[in-house]
């Protein structure tokens, strides 16, 4: 098997169920580990930062991404939002 290349996103979207769900401490903990795997170029975050629960059980994978409602767990916007910031008009 060959290593995946590229990666480095540092964005962390999740249901917004989960989200609401979790604790300051947790959100931080994923979000940290996210960034820390994309500043280094990897495609995953670490194993120990994986989510618990975000999915009901028997849900098919294509049910999950169609019904939940994906936030992005740093900044609270919808997950596929842009994060570019715009520079204010004077």
């Excluded at 495609?43 to 028997?58: C, D, I, L, P």
């Amino acid at each position: 098997m060959a290593k995946v290349k590229g990666g480095g996103t540092k964005k962390v979207c999740l249901p917004a169920a989960k989200v609401r769900s979790m604790s300051k401490a947790e959100r931080d903990a994923v979000v940290r580990a996210k960034q820390d795997a994309g500043s280094k170029g990897k495609y995953k975050r670490k194993r120990s930062s994986f989510v618990k629960g975000a999915r009901e059980k028997g849900a098919t994978l294509r049910d999950w991404f169609e019904k939940e409602n994906w936030i992005n767990v740093a900044t609270g916007a919808p997950c596929g939002a842009s994060t570019k910031r715009r520079k204010k008009k004077k």
